[in-house]
């Protein structure tokens, strides 16, 4: 084999390997496991009787102006929460089916109670716009990361909540303690196509030279 044929081999080999490269980018930006924590900590099925007072409330445009109850809807178990382990991030995983046409919703209010106070945990909407009657629908709903200044005790509750155009057949808890694991390839995956393009202009560039 001659020299240049050697050499184009060589550089034929760069090519693939660069084109592999950009290829992998959407693979690399998929969400690693624990994209919400390091350690799961609790996965806790509300009790049927929870998720009926959920369903009998009287729909609210906001949980976090729904009138306060004596008691909340549910109450977790007592959770050592410690610095070491902060931030802790709630997971509500809801289910259930839209008996109408139109956007199903689950809307909640929670809290961690510490040292007898309740302090308010943040968490968005959780809907499913333009579903169908009968339709099968997942919610998912993730709130802001606590963090603790101190080792601390504490207890999840949920104190308000209801149901909009949503027949709810379960609703789960997850707790999650640390940073979750984000893929830093996200942005790159909107210049994955303007990649691929440079990288064929050049590749046609290149062999013309040759």
Do not use: C
């Amino acid at each position: 084999m001659t020299p240049t044929m050697t050499w184009m081999r060589a550089a034929l080999r760069r090519w693939a390997w660069l084109l592999l490269g950009l290829v992998a980018l959407p693979a690399l930006a998929q969400p690693a496991q624990g994209q919400w924590g390091q350690r799961l900590l609790q996965t806790i099925d509300l009790p049927a009787e929870a998720v009926a007072r959920l369903q009998q409330a009287p729909a609210v445009a906001d949980a976090q102006s729904a009138p306060a109850q004596s008691e909340p809807v549910w109450r977790g178990p007592t959770l050592a929460l410690s610095t070491e382990g902060s931030p802790y991030t709630v997971v509500i995983k809801a289910s259930g089916t839209a008996p109408a046409d139109g956007e199903a919703a689950l809307h909640l209010r929670a809290g961690w109670a510490l040292d007898g106070t309740v302090h308010k945990l943040l968490l968005p909407a959780m809907a499913q716009p333009g579903a169908h009657a009968g339709q099968a629908v997942e919610l998912t709903g993730v709130s802001i990361p606590v963090s603790m200044k101190q080792d601390r005790e504490a207890v999840l509750r949920i104190d308000a909540g209801s149901t909009a155009n949503l027949g709810l057949a379960g609703v789960q808890v997850e707790i999650w303690s640390g940073m979750g694991n984000v893929s830093m390839s996200h942005p790159l995956l909107s210049w994955v196509p303007l990649l691929l393009g440079l990288f064929f202009v050049g590749f046609v560039v290149w062999m013309r030279r040759q």
